[in-house]
């Protein structure tokens, strides 16, 4: 993957990777560069399972609401 996100209103271009496995498991692995500072995003689905990981930090589990409302509309645009 490679492109720009203009979510927050600026261009931020982006690369890397989305893996889809079936219809409950994704990942997307990607390298922002927002304002010349580059930082990584990864996000994975499992199930009933999610965690997200944003630079350096620890990886956050994610609730069930969160994981609904975030990934399910995106697994479902991939597999379209």
Same mark, same amino acid.
């Given at each position: &993957? /490679?492109? *720009? =996100?203009?979510? *927050? #209103?600026a261009a931020i271009p982006l690369t890397g990777e989305v =893996?889809? =496995? #079936? !219809?409950? $498991?994704l990942k997307i692995d990607l390298e922002i560069d927002a304002g010349g500072q580059k930082f990584r995003f990864v996000s994975t689905v499992d199930g009933a399972k999610g965690w997200v /990981?944003? #630079?350096? @930090?620890e990886a956050k589990a994610m609730g069930k609401d969160e994981l609904a409302e @975030?990934? $399910?509309p995106i697994i479902? @645009? &991939?597999? !379209?």
């Amino acid at each position: &993957v /490679k492109g *720009t =996100s203009h979510g *927050t #209103g600026a261009a931020i271009p982006l690369t890397g990777e989305v =893996s889809v =496995s #079936g !219809a409950d $498991r994704l990942k997307i692995d990607l390298e922002i560069d927002a304002g010349g500072q580059k930082f990584r995003f990864v996000s994975t689905v499992d199930g009933a399972k999610g965690w997200v /990981k944003l #630079g350096g @930090e620890e990886a956050k589990a994610m609730g069930k609401d969160e994981l609904a409302e @975030e990934f $399910r509309p995106i697994i479902g @645009e &991939v597999l !379209a």
